[in-house]
């Protein structure tokens, strides 16, 4: 009976033990407070028992947002203190878009006048150059053309032999002033015939000052008017096209654009002058575009577009190819934090700031306070963050490392309280 009664005064001292460990205060090896004598009644023992369990009802309950360490825990987890920032952080923007022409570099091809096909050797996808022969057009309406231009050229060279002779005779008071308002509206009339039908022939591709009696053709020959490649070629030989059938459609590889499309969230990052890094069909190798205009309007689908003319020529970069790109945002100042200061839980982001230093069982303890945060870009070791209104960010000090050894004592808070 007596040896039952020792055990259970030998176990209740060691839970008080273990209890005072935890708190921070110094025991004898008999498991008894510093500087005082255990009493060996078994009334006694269990004062001190229920004593224990004051103490420990007394206990701090941290909030739900609190964690806790204590001078040997911070030095163990490395915590390293600082503070937000204001910093220039450049981060991309993913768009996906195709390539495209400046207007100025494509081309439709016709025939101004119509006529027969008589011969032609290009296909879909050939290069050409500007001035380069697409194909041989024959219609007899070109004959007539050059026929009367020649007509009315030889009557104006008379004309204005003849109005020259009658300005001179009617300064001398030879003809009379009727006779050369005559020859004077004879004159502008031919030069004005002359003028049109010149034109007519330089549209079709033929040049007035060389043409002769000699030179006459039916046959005109259509050329390219850019240099680029022959996107596509609605051609057949002795086929009569009309003024309005586009034989041939020509792009060039100079001057391409991006039209790259981007989501609306976006809109505040994207400006003039900025760079765009774009790949084609999975390439490796980047070509750079800059942005010369962003939409001003945002589509059913929320996005809007953004275009971008690609800085040098690139020879297996085509109209109508499939781009991804990334685009450089602008340098601005945002808040930032060093990236590992932001930890990640339930898919929602967070920063730990300085609470309070306190005091318990005679052992420093330092508090510090989980706030959620919105995770930006990630750059040069720092992040982006959009953090809560009211938020001190001149006075408030955050941990900027040893942040993912606080969230592992926030989740193991029960191992993490004793030291």
Request: net charge negative.
């Amino acid at each position: 009976m007596k040896t039952l009664k020792y055990s259970i005064i030998l176990l209740v001292m060691i839970s008080v033990a273990t209890f005072t460990g935890c708190n921070g205060k110094k025991l004898d090896e008999h498991g008894h407070e510093a500087g005082t004598h255990a009493e060996s009644t078994e009334k006694e023992s269990h004062e001190g028992h229920k004593e224990g369990e004051a103490e420990e009802g007394e206990h701090e309950e941290l909030p739900e947002d609190i964690v806790e360490l204590n001078a040997e825990q911070i030095k163990l987890a490395g915590v390293q203190m600082g503070k937000v920032e204001m910093r220039q952080l450049s981060g991309v923007i993913k768009a996906n878009g195709i390539v495209t022409n400046a207007p100025q570099n494509s081309a439709s091809v016709s025939v101004p006048l119509g006529g027969f096909v008589k011969s032609s050797n290009l296909l879909p996808g050939n290069a050409v150059s500007k001035g380069q022969t697409l194909a041989i057009i024959e219609n007899t309406e070109f004959v007539d053309l050059q026929q009367n231009y020649l007509d009315i050229k030889n009557k104006y060279e008379f004309a204005e032999a003849q109005y020259k002779r009658t300005t001179d005779l009617y300064k001398d008071e030879v003809y009379s002033e009727k006779n050369l308002q005559q020859t004077t509206s004879e004159y502008r009339s031919l030069k004005a015939q002359l003028k049109g039908i010149g034109q007519k022939l330089q549209v079709i591709g033929v040049n007035p000052a060389t043409l002769t009696e000699e030179n006459i053709s039916a046959t005109i020959a259509l050329v390219s008017p850019i240099s680029g490649y022959v996107k596509t070629a609605n051609i057949s030989m002795g086929k009569y096209v009309s003024p309005t059938d586009v034989l041939f459609e020509i792009v060039g590889t100079e001057n391409l654009l991006l039209e790259l499309s981007l989501f609306e969230k976006d809109a505040n990052s994207i400006a003039v002058g900025q760079v765009a890094h774009f790949s084609i069909n999975n390439d490796s190798h980047e070509h750079k575009a800059t942005i010369y205009q962003v939409g001003k309007s945002i589509n059913a689908d929320k996005t809007f577009k953004v275009y971008a003319t690609v800085k040098e020529p690139c020879n297996n970069v085509l109209p109508g190819m499939y781009v991804l790109a990334h685009i450089e945002k602008t340098d601005k100042q945002v808040t930032s934090v060093p990236a590992d200061a932001v930890v990640s839980f339930d898919n929602k982001y967070y920063i730990f700031a300085f609470e309070k230093d306190k005091e318990e069982g005679g052992k420093p303890f330092t508090e510090y306070r989980f706030v959620e945060i919105t995770k930006g870009d990630t750059n040069d070791g720092f992040t982006e963050i959009q953090l809560p209104a009211g938020f001190d960010i001149q006075n408030t000090k955050i941990v900027t490392k040893g942040a993912y050894k606080l969230l592992a004592a926030k989740k193991n808070a029960g191992e993490m309280t004793c030291g």
